[in-house]
Nanobody, 115 residues
Framework: QVQLVESGGGLVQAGGSLRLSCAAS????????MGWYRQAPGKQRGLVAI???????NYADSVKGRFTISRDNAKNTVYLEMNSLKPEDTAVYYC?????????WGQGTQVTVSS
């Protein structure tokens, strides 16, 4: 069984930075796309950033230039470096990965940006 374990959320002031990590554990034989989604209260979950196994990336317009997604294939881990954080970035951030030809989600980590 595969699990995605996230870490790195927390409370930060506007303009600050946070780094999220998500590691896939268990019987991992193949990982394709990895990404981050977020869900704010009263809103639908939406894509933040995604990275392919080859390293190609795609970002939501709202985070371009501020967030950077990366991955360490040797560690089965994806990262999200978040800079210049804004109060509107406040949400639960979920890791997503296509592992062993199936879609998997992390449990979510809260990111709160105070003004």
């Amino acid at each position: 069984q595969v699990q995605l374990v996230e870490s790195g959320g927390g409370l930060v002031q506007a303009g600050g930075s946070l780094r999220l990590s998500c590691a896939a554990s268990g019987r991992v034989s193949n990982i394709n796309n990895m990404g981050w989604y977020r869900q704010a209260p009263g809103k639908q979950r939406g894509l933040v950033a995604i990275i392919t196994s080859g390293g190609s990336t795609n970002y939501a317009d709202s985070v371009k230039g501020r967030f950077t997604i990366s991955r360490d294939n040797a560690k089965n881990t994806v990262y999200l470096e978040m800079n210049s954080l804004k109060p509107e970035d406040t949400a639960v951030y979920y890791c997503n990965a296509f592992v062993n030809w199936r879609d998997h989600w992390g449990q979510g980590t809260q990111v709160t940006v105070s003004s």
